[in-house]
């Protein structure tokens, strides 16, 4: 059995402010914010998407979340939606552990096992030009991640990092393969 945050939700912390400088210039008409917690990512993807939907599992998070953002969806990851997004966006759980003491934060085995199962819901809502923007850390099996997250059909790229005393915070962005067909070449 899962036990409650101590916060009741993610509140924002050094990884969502590191997350917050590099999405301020994202555009676009849809955004999902996967993970919300207190809705922080949404309300600054709002300034400049028509569209932001949050999702969380933690109804509590949703009722935080929802003082700031107007669509607000209990469930895990992307599982309930049937929408493409142009921008999706999660501040994963990422530390590693043995048990999901606190949902916002734990990943299990190596920092990668949840993370694994919220990209691969979250891939089926990307669109063919959008994009997945993840964060992670030195504390989890990043590479790990990364190289899961291709398997998926994904390219991705390291597009910032930022050091702490105790980690480093990595800003992966993930977007479709695109696969030229030799029989036709446009």
Do not use: W
């Amino acid at each position: 059995m899962q036990k409650e945050s101590a916060n009741n939700y993610y509140k924002p912390a050094e990884d969502t402010l590191f997350f917050v400088e590099h999405l301020q210039n994202e555009k676009g008409r849809t955004a999902l914010d996967i993970g919300t917690g207190s809705g922080f990512l949404s309300q600054v993807l709002s300034k400049n998407f028509e569209l932001v939907v949050a999702t969380d599992t933690d109804l509590k998070a949703l009722k935080k979340a929802h003082e700031s953002v107007e669509n607000c969806i209990c469930c895990n990851a992307a599982d309930a939606l049937t929408a493409i997004f142009d921008l999706v966006v999660c501040n994963l759980p990422y530390l590693p552990s043995e048990e999901v003491a606190d949902p916002a934060v734990d990943g299990l085995r190596d920092g990668v096992e949840i993370p694994i199962k919220i990209l691969s819901s979250a891939n089926k809502a990307i669109g063919n030009k959008g994009k997945l923007i993840f964060v992670t850390s030195s504390l989890a099996n990043y590479n790990e991640l990364i190289k899961q997250t291709q398997l998926l059909g994904l390219s991705t790229k390291i597009i910032a990092s930022k050091k702490l005393f105790f980690e480093e915070l990595i800003l992966v962005e993930c977007t479709r393969k695109m696969y030229k067909d030799p029989q036709n070449p446009f």
